[in-house]
């Protein structure tokens, strides 16, 4: 695989919120706040490197989950990705996730976080990414909107 | 409680980057670029040219109202500087709009359905 071709793999997304980098990383990392915007998961992890995190959905099943690489609060988290609740990629090895915070300053004495996600080292031939591209998205507006609203996504509207 | 002046900043400062995604979109070009990025991500400028037939001048100066708007992303590998496209500016936009479109609509519903149970309870009187 050529260089680009595997840089075309790599998924990178980018938003803006308005909420310090604190509660932002508060709600990357707990289930009360994952269930109001992460297609209503709660996640569980104790967050210590090589310790497991798990995704659960409503009746307490796993549906994503992985191990912890890295976790610097409030500014660099890392993990392995898996689904085992996908028959589609259920036997997939892992690929990887990170979440990189950072403060940036309107010059107006105010701040924001400028979130970065890349999910990257999908295996070869792997389906995740096409599983994955479209959700992350979701995923990032529904943070922001909580956040800066306090409003929870309305799955009911989504396609 | 938040002070209102801390409110109405942060307020102003979304919509900036809101302002600058509608007015990023509002160019038929600059929508083809995005089009471009999401059929083939990493495209260099060079090769956004020779896909649109653009002068490379324009084609910079559209990529950076993208860029700053956010809706491209910019990697360098090596000495090739490569472009991606970043939805997630346009479904927080769509998000946020659907939404409140949806609740106006519900509740000139429901103001509908109170007036006309309103002129039925008047009617059988």
């Known amino acids: 695989m050529t260089r680009s071709e595997d840089a075309t793999r790599e998924q990178r997304f980018v938003t803006v919120i308005d909420a310090a980098g604190e509660r932002v990383w508060e709600a990357l990392t707990s289930p009360e706040f994952t269930c109001r915007y992460w297609h209503a998961t709660r996640v569980r992890s104790s967050w210590q490197t090589g310790d497991p995190v798990e995704f659960l959905v409503e009746d307490g099943e796993v549906g994503c989950c992985g191990e912890v690489l890295e976790s610097r609060p409030p500014e660099f988290l890392c993990y392995t990705w898996s689904f085992p609740g996908n028959p589609l990629v259920r036997h997939e090895p892992p690929s990887r996730v990170s979440f990189t915070l950072q403060t940036i300053s309107d010059g107006r004495g105010a701040s924001a976080t400028r979130l970065t996600v890349i999910h990257d080292r999908f295996p070869e031939d792997s389906r995740m990414p096409e599983m994955v591209g479209p959700g992350w998205p979701l995923v990032l507006a529904g943070l922001k909107t909580l956040l800066e609203t306090g409003r929870t996504p309305d799955y009911s509207s989504m396609t | 409680m938040q002070h209102l002046g801390c409110i109405l900043e942060s307020m102003s400062r ?92 519900a509740a000139a519903l429901l103001t509908l359905k109170a007036q006309l149970e309103e002129e039925e309870g008047h009617d059988t009187q």
């Open chain 2, 14 to 105: 979304t919509e900036d980057r809101e302002d600058a995604v509608f007015a990023a979109l509002a160019d038929r070009t600059r929508r083809q670029m995005l089009d471009r990025l999401f059929a083939a991500p990493g495209m260099t400028l060079n090769e956004l040219v020779g896909n649109l037939h653009m002068r490379r001048q324009s084609a910079s100066r559209h990529l950076k109202v993208l860029e700053a708007a956010g809706l491209v992303i910019v990697q360098w590998q090596g000495r090739e500087k490569r472009h991606f496209l970043n939805p997630v500016p346009i479904v927080e936009i769509e998000r946020r709009w659907t939404e409140k479109f949806s609740r106006t609509r």
